[in-house]
């Protein structure tokens, strides 16, 4: 697939050239407010490239702020849930709500946080057929009630987590996660933001 750079003194933006990174206004990184141009300077220094979610969701500075610190809030926690645990609920609830970046994008991460190259697939296509704790499958299980029936949710399915070991904090992240990804899937997918190539062989093989 064919890949142009856009480079300027502080960014370094790859794009597939046949697929534009949003259906929508993708703003001048350098134009951006100082907050947000450090972020996504961070974000790059770190991973080596800029994510798009971050270019797409850039034209609405309030909105970015908002996302990010409550992906963050989420998902950057070193209390209740591994950090792998929250990638494998959002792996697995991104592939219910077929979004092919949040699949591609946390599949990416899910196998480094995991140390595991095959979880993300698994997790992906059928998370009941993936190589789980019964732990995990108690997790997933409320995870996929949330995405897809929250309104049948009830007291048996609180039970069942507390007998798999889950604190009230890991439930409510668990659904906050699902919860979340589950309106990042729906703005991803109605704005047409496609994975950056990166994502799709980062831990592939084992280190």
């Given at each position: 697939m064919s890949i142009t750079s856009a480079v300027n003194v502080n960014f370094k933006v790859t794009t597939v050239t046949d697929q534009p990174i949003s259906r929508f206004a993708v703003p001048d990184l350098s134009a951006l407010p100082a907050d947000m141009q450090d972020m996504i300077r961070t974000v790059q220094e770190k991973s080596g490239f800029v994510p798009n979610i971050f270019l797409a969701l850039a034209h609405r500075p309030a909105e970015f702020r908002a996302?990010?610190?409550?992906?963050?809030?989420?998902?950057?926690?070193?209390?209740?849930?591994s950090k792998a645990e929250r990638e494998l609920i959002v792996v697995a609830t991104s592939g219910l709500n077929r979004c092919q970046?949040?699949?591609?994008?946390?599949?990416?991460?899910?196998?480094?946080?995991?140390?595991?190259?095959?979880?993300?697939?698994?997790?992906?296509?059928?998370?009941r057929k993936a190589d789980l704790t019964d732990?995990?499958?108690?997790?997933?299980?409320?995870?996929?009630?949330?995405t897809l029936r929250a309104d049948e949710i009830g007291d048996a399915d609180h039970r069942a987590l507390a007998q798999a070991g889950f604190t009230p904090d890991e439930i409510w992240d668990i659904a906050a996660i699902a919860a979340f990804f589950g309106m990042s899937n729906r703005l991803v997918n109605a704005s047409d933001i496609p994975p950056n190539e990166e994502f799709y062989l980062l831990g592939r093989l084992p280190r």
């Open positions: 996302f990010f610190a409550y992906h963050d809030a989420l998902m950057e926690k070193d209390e209740g849930l970046y949040c699949v591609v994008a946390h599949g990416a991460i899910l196998r480094i946080r995991a140390k595991n190259p095959l979880i993300a697939d698994q997790a992906a296509v059928n998370w732990r995990q499958r108690a997790m997933l299980d409320y995870a996929e009630k949330v």
